[in-house]
C-alpha cells in the first residue's frame, strides 16, 4: 500500500508514518516545506494533492488543517481524517462520495467504536468519559482544539438546547476504579452515531491532574484565560482512558493506555491499511471507526499485538 500523509511531522503524524512503514507500506510525507513534488500548501491551491492522491491508495489527514475541499481534491482515493471537530466531519460526511473516514483516532475513533457497541434501547443516555493525560506534549492542534471548548457551546448536543463546554460535570469511574470530576466537552460522537438517533450520546472530559481538570473548568468561565493553555506546563501522566457507559444498565465498554498521540497514531494507521484494503468501499461515502474496527481490534492495535 501506498500511503500519503498529510502533517507526517506532527505528533501523531509521526506515529501513523512509523506503524505503516514497519509494516511494510509505502508512506509520501507531504507538506507545506517538503521538497519537490510533496511540497502541498494545504491553506492554499490543492491541485498538487490531487495529483498526488492519484498516485495513492490512500490519503490520511493528520495535518490539523480543516477543509471540506480535501474530499474533492483526493477523488476516488480513500481519505482518513482525524479531525475531532463535529461541524467538519458533519460536512465531510455530507459531501463525500468516495470513501472517507470520519475521525480516525482515539476521540472519536476508539470512543466511537466503543459507543456503538453497546447494547441500547431508545431513549438510553450514553456518556462518554474521556482523560487525557496532562503529562503528554502535545501537538499544536490538540492545544488548539482544546482552547477552542472555552467560551463556546457543544455543537448540535442530543439534548436540542444550548449546552456550554466545560460546564456541566459528572462524576464517574475510571479503569483503575478511582471516581474523577469530568466536563461536558464537544466531542463528536453523538454527531457520528447520529444513526443511533434514539440514544442520548454526552462526552465528558477530564484531565489525568484533578487540579489541572479544575483549572480547566475555571478557564472554561473565563474565556479571557483561553491563551493560559498554551503555557501551561505539562504536570502529571500521560495515561489516558476512554468510557463508553450506559446509564440504564451500566453496561461499559473501556479502553486505557499511555500516551494519546500514540493511541491515535495507531488506530488512524490501522483504518488506512483497513480502508484501502477493503474493496467495497469503493462504493460508499463517509463511515465511522465503528464501521470499520471491533473494540476486540482496537484493543489488539492499541496493544501491539495486531
Not at 502535545?138 to 436540542?160: F, K, M, N, Q, S
Request: glycine share 12%; net charge neutral.
Amino acid at each position: 500500500m501506498h500511503a500519503l500523509l498529510l502533517g507526517a511531522r506532527g505528533a501523531v503524524g509521526t506515529v501513523i508514518r512509523r506503524e505503516l512503514e514497519r509494516e511494510g507500506h509505502t508512506v509520501t510525507a507531504a507538506s507545506r516545506t517538503a521538497d519537490g513534488d510533496t511540497g502541498v500548501d494545504l491553506r492554499g491551491d490543492l491541485a498538487r494533492l490531487s495529483r498526488l492522491a492519484g498516485t495513492h491508495d490512500v490519503v490520511v489527514n493528520a495535518s490539523g488543517v480543516e477543509r471540506t475541499e480535501f474530499v474533492s481534491a483526493v477523488g476516488r482515493t480513500p481519505l482518513v481524517d482525524i479531525s475531532a471537530t463535529g461541524a467538519y466531519l458533519e460536512a465531510l460526511r455530507a459531501i463525500a462520495v468516495a470513501p472517507v473516514v470520519l475521525g480516525a483516532g482515539l476521540v472519536p475513533g476508539l470512543s466511537t467504536i466503543l459507543a456503538a457497541a453497546l447494547a441500547a434501547l431508545p431513549g438510553d443516555e450514553i456518556d462518554i468519559l474521556v482523560m487525557l493525560g496532562t503529562g503528554e506534549q502535545h501537538g499544536p492542534a490538540a492545544v488548539a482544539w482544546t482552547a477552542g471548548l472555552i467560551g463556546t457551546d457543544v455543537y448540535r448536543p442530543p439534548e436540542g438546547t444550548t449546552v456550554p463546554n466545560l460546564g456541566e460535570t459528572l462524576r464517574g469511574s475510571g479503569p483503575d476504579g478511582r471516581v474523577r470530576r469530568y466536563l461536558r466537552a464537544d466531542f463528536p460522537d453523538h454527531i457520528l452515531l447520529d444513526e443511533h438517533g434514539d440514544r442520548v450520546i454526552r462526552s465528558y472530559l477530564t484531565l489525568s491532574s484533578a487540579p489541572m481538570t479544575g483549572a480547566l473548568r475555571i478557564i472554561g468561565r473565563m474565556p479571557v484565560l483561553r491563551g493560559a493553555l498554551s503555557r501551561t506546563p505539562h504536570i502529571g501522566a500521560e495515561f489516558w482512558h476512554v468510557i463508553a457507559r450506559n446509564r440504564r444498565t451500566d453496561e461499559r465498554r473501556e479502553a486505557s493506555g499511555d500516551g494519546q498521540s500514540e493511541a491515535t497514531g495507531r488506530l488512524a494507521a490501522f483504518a488506512a491499511v483497513r480502508i484501502a484494503a477493503t474493496p467495497e468501499a469503493t462504493a460508499v461515502g463517509a463511515v465511522t471507526m465503528a464501521d470499520l474496527i471491533t473494540p476486540d481490534e482496537a484493543r489488539e492495535v492499541l496493544t501491539g499485538r495486531r
